[in-house]
């Protein structure tokens, strides 16, 4: 089999493994209605952690996030044969190029998921889950870069804006230069999908984190408000029917009159 058909088997296979979304379906297991229709409508972990308020839920989407990267990215670099590549005049092998780009497909399958019309995540545990399984050194700093960060800013997005500039720098340090190339592009299409995380945060509406026990939730400002739970549709029509009934009004005292004794 040709180079180019293996890249482009692991290319479709990785797309179509990101584009599963862990996150609205665990949502739906568990009672909570279509995530993109609450909170910020993204459907990673960090917006089922503001919608539901479980941790745990939260905790399952970031490790099936991260590990449909991680999985694709793992599984290529070890069944694809290790022959020489040539990747625009940088040496490296064909199975490392395989798990580059399938797990980069898996990333861009969980940003844009054919079966949501495109419309997906942002990224962020794909993203540390690929580099984990290519580049673990890189993977363990730019976490520590988000949790120094995220305690330091307390804020969610910020945090992994910062990791995201900092894990090509570490990778150009500790990896090689192809995978420098593929962790650069990854952070690019980490910064693009928080644009509007960056508008918030300028102005100050940005979703702060809490590391209170009482509360495991985000602390909501203007822009980002916990969502109640899911209420069906026919639940919603019946109580809209009941209170569009117009009510008998309430029958009016007759005035007593006393008649005068002539």
Same mark, same amino acid.
């Given at each position: 089999? #040709? ?32 995530? $993109? ?51 625009? &005049? ?30 997906? &995540? ?18 363990? &700093? ?7 960060? %995220?305690?330091?800013? $307390? ?8 990791? %995201? ?18 962790? #650069? ?37 203007? %822009?980002? /408000? ?7 549709? %026919? ?5 809209? #029917? ?9 029958? /009016? ?6 008649? $005068?004794?002539?």
């Amino acid at each position: 089999m #040709s180079n180019n058909i293996i890249l482009i088997l692991w290319s479709l296979g990785g797309y179509l493994l990101g584009s599963i979304p862990f996150g609205m379906l665990l949502c739906l297991l568990f009672g909570y209605g279509d995530i $993109r229709r609450s909170g910020s409508g993204n459907i990673g972990a960090t917006n089922v952690l503001r919608v539901t308020g479980s941790k745990i839920l939260a905790l399952l989407t970031i490790l099936f996030d991260a590990s449909k990267a991680g999985l694709i990215a793992y599984a290529a670099l070890k069944l694809t044969p290790a022959r020489v590549y040539m990747f625009y &005049g940088f040496l490296t092998g064909l199975n490392v190029m395989a798990a580059l780009i399938g797990g980069t497909m898996a990333v861009i399958g969980h940003n844009f998921p054919v079966w949501l019309k495109f419309k997906g &995540g942002k990224g962020v545990a794909s993203s540390f889950g690929l580099i984990l399984a290519v580049a673990p050194a890189v993977a363990l &700093g730019a976490l520590l870069v988000w949790i120094i960060a %995220a305690i330091i800013f $307390r804020y969610s997005s910020l945090a992994a804006l910062i990791a %995201a500039i900092a894990a090509p720098l570490m990778a150009f340090f500790y990896a090689s230069p192809v995978h420098t190339v593929f962790i #650069s592009a990854l952070a690019l299409l980490l910064l693009e999908r928080h644009h509007s995380n960056i508008v918030r945060l300028a102005k100050g509406e940005e979703s702060t984190i809490s590391f209170k026990k009482s509360d495991g939730k985000f602390k909501s400002q203007a %822009a980002d /408000k916990p969502a109640a739970k899911y209420v069906k549709p %026919a639940t919603i029509k019946a109580v809209k #029917s009941s209170q569009a009934k117009p009510q008998k009004a309430a029958a /009016k005292p007759k005035k007593i009159t006393k008649k $005068r004794n002539k």
